[in-house]
């Protein structure tokens, strides 16, 4: 029995388990000590790192943003006088050109006006007529009474007794009352020349009144948001309709830390989410302060805590070339890419 125990505590003393059973074996190699995984993992951290290196040395020469949209001066068509609608000419989204008829308004006032001025002026121009014809008159007895005025004078110079003092005084009365009428007469002229001046006003007035009635495309465009109908009354400053001019461009508000390579000219890429491509362009010009400063309120920032934000700045850009395939218009979203470098 001692030498079993004996023999037990060696096993045991070995490794052995009291059943005589040995432990799991020698301990399985972990996946590093393969040469293979080595090399896979060192290689992958290469390619990675030169991956990295590439893609900045790459990335660095552009830069891009996604709070970009199409952007346009958008012209809103409203009436500058009032009166009720008796044509529309225009459809919803019709390319219309400068110069074409869009909304015709009631023109029997401003007709009637007008027809109403030229008539006072052709009687004015009757007045002057008449005023000229008079003073013609007035002119002629004028000098016939001054001659009279003139040979009675010297013939009481030649000898006072065959003219009387009664005689005298009429003679001057006449050539004064044939002075009055004279002037008389060439003051109505003058009136009359400037009431012809008045009406010439008021047949301007009138006539630039006639000419707001019929409504025309200021500019070549597309209509949009069309508001305006047959029949509806409407008052100056009324929005009726809105076009949308054919030349457009892009806003781009880049951040202010990615202006410190852009110039003007620099090519841009243009990737338009509307179209699924992209369109050619290029910067045309960087507004001199950031786009906060231009709101409804601008910031303070001399009162209270500050705490420095990055700021956007619109940059204008313009495309080169735009597929007729591709619809743009304003708010439409893009992601310019400019070339910096």
């Known amino acids: 029995m001692a030498k079993d125990d004996q023999r037990t505590g060696d096993q045991n003393a070995d490794g052995r388990d009291g059943d005589g059973n040995g432990d799991d074996g020698p301990r399985k190699p972990g996946p590093f000590a393969n040469p293979w995984v080595k090399f896979g993992v060192i290689a992958a951290v290469v390619l990675l790192t030169i991956g990295g290196v590439v893609w900045w040395l790459v990335a660095r020469h552009y830069e891009d943003t996604d709070d970009a949209f199409i952007d346009t001066h958008i012209v809103r068509l409203a009436p500058q006088v009032q009166g009720r609608i008796v044509a529309v000419h225009a459809r919803d989204n019709q390319l219309v050109r400068r110069g074409d008829l869009m909304v015709e308004i009631d023109s029997a006032d401003a007709r009637a006006a007008l027809d109403q001025a030229e008539a006072q002026k052709v009687q004015a121009e009757s007045q002057i007529a008449q005023a000229q014809a008079a003073e013609r008159a007035a002119a002629a007895q004028a000098d016939n009474a001054s001659?009279?005025?003139?040979?009675?004078?010297?013939?009481?110079?030649?000898?006072?007794?065959?003219?009387?003092?009664?005689?005298?005084?009429?003679?001057?009365?006449?050539?004064?009352?044939?002075?009055?009428?004279?002037?008389?007469?060439?003051?109505?002229?003058?009136?009359?020349?400037?009431?012809?001046?008045?009406?010439?006003?008021?047949?301007?007035?009138?006539?630039?009144?006639?000419?707001?009635?019929?409504?025309?495309?200021?500019?070549?465009?597309?209509?949009?948001?069309?508001?305006?109908?047959?029949?509806?009354?409407?008052?100056?400053?009324e929005q009726m309709m809105a076009i949308v001019p054919l030349q457009i461009w892009v806003t781009a508000n880049f951040k202010e830390t990615q202006l410190a390579h852009m110039r003007p000219g620099q090519h841009v890429d243009v990737s338009v989410d509307a179209c699924g491509m992209n369109i050619p362009g290029h910067v045309d010009s960087i507004q001199?302060?950031?786009?906060?400063?231009?709101?409804?309120?601008?910031?303070?920032?001399?009162?209270?805590?500050?705490?420095?934000?990055?700021?956007?700045?619109?940059?204008?850009?313009?495309?080169?070339?735009?597929?007729?395939?591709?619809?743009?218009?304003?708010?439409?979203?893009?992601?310019?890419?400019?070339?910096?470098?």
Do not use: H, W
């Open 147 to 237: 001659r009279d005025l003139a040979r009675y004078r010297l013939l009481q110079k030649d000898r006072p007794a065959a003219v009387s003092q009664q005689q005298m005084d009429n003679a001057s009365a006449a050539a004064r009352n044939a002075r009055a009428q004279r002037a008389q007469a060439v003051a109505q002229i003058a009136g009359a020349r400037a009431q012809i001046k008045v009406l010439d006003a008021q047949i301007a007035s009138a006539s630039l009144t006639l000419g707001y009635t019929r409504v025309v495309a200021p500019v070549t465009g597309t209509v949009a948001q069309r508001t305006v109908a047959v029949g509806n009354y409407v008052t100056p400053g």
């Open 288 to 341: 001199r302060g950031a786009g906060q400063v231009f709101g409804v309120l601008p910031p303070e920032n001399a009162t209270g805590n500050y705490v420095k934000v990055v700021q956007r700045v619109p940059v204008k850009i313009v495309l080169d070339r735009v597929s007729r395939d591709c619809i743009l218009g304003p708010g439409m979203s893009v992601v310019p890419r400019v070339t910096v470098r």
